[in-house]
């Protein structure tokens, strides 16, 4: 089981979970962090977005990437990020 590390609103978090786990199930279940809603669950209606960083040495980016990005189609192992 990975752990995955982030920081979310500003404060470092961790936590093993399943490889498949969702980004909005683990801001929900882990972090009790229940502002991130599912909706429509298809990426659509906008429920479960959260605005994220990604990481330029992960991502092999020239810079960090700001991204609002839906949570319930975003696996965690993939969101190593910071969301502010
Ligand atoms: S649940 Fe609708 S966009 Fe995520």
């Known amino acids: 089981m ?5 920081t979310v609103n ?3 978090v961790s936590g093993d979970v399943e ?18 809603h599912v909706g429509c669950d298809t990426s659509q209606c906008g ?3 959260v605005l994220s960083i990604f ?7 020239q810079e960090p990437m700001w991204a609002a990005i839906p949570a319930s189609a975003a696996p965690v192992p993939f969101t190593s990020m910071a969301i502010p």
């Open 10 to 12: 500003g404060k470092s």
């Open 2 to 6: 990975p752990t995955v590390s982030m």
């Open 19 to 36: 490889g498949r786990t969702l980004l909005v199930d683990f801001l929900r279940n882990n972090l009790s962090l229940t502002g991130t």
């Open 55 to 61: 990481c330029e040495t992960i991502f092999h980016l």
């Open 47 to 49: 429920a479960c977005t």
